[in-house]
Nanobody
């Protein structure tokens, strides 16, 4: 059974930083691309960033590019998202998502439960 467990969310002031983690189990983590997707209050899902199976290829949504960094530790079966220069508009539930293949833009086939990030002074 695939399990994706996010952690690291919380309340942070504008301009601050957070690092989100996603502990994965139940599948061969090193063989699959992974993504972070977020959902702001009252809005739809927004793809934030993706990473290929080996961790060597990354891509970002417009809102994340230049401020967020996605990384993947295949030895620890853990996905990360470093959030820097946070803005109130980044307030959302952040979900860890498993792709259906090693391709960075493969359709998501499993989701974590999400972790709340709130940016407010």
């Amino acid at each position: 059974e695939v399990q994706l467990v996010e952690s690291g969310g919380g309340l942070v002031q504008p301009g601050g930083s957070l690092r989100l983690s996603c502990a994965a189990s139940g599948f061969t983590f090193s063989s699959y691309a992974m993504s972070w997707v977020r959902q702001a209050p009252g809005k739809g899902l927004e793809w934030v960033a993706g990473i290929g199976a080996s961790g060597g290829i990354t891509d970002y949504g417009d809102s994340a590019r230049g401020r967020f960094t996605i990384s993947k530790d295949n030895a620890r079966n853990t996905l990360y998202l470093q959030l820097n220069s946070l803005k109130p508009g980044d307030t959302a539930v952040y979900f860890c998502a498993k792709g259906g293949s090693n391709w960075i833009h493969a359709a998501v086939d499993d989701w974590g439960q999400g972790t709340q990030v709130t940016v407010s002074s």
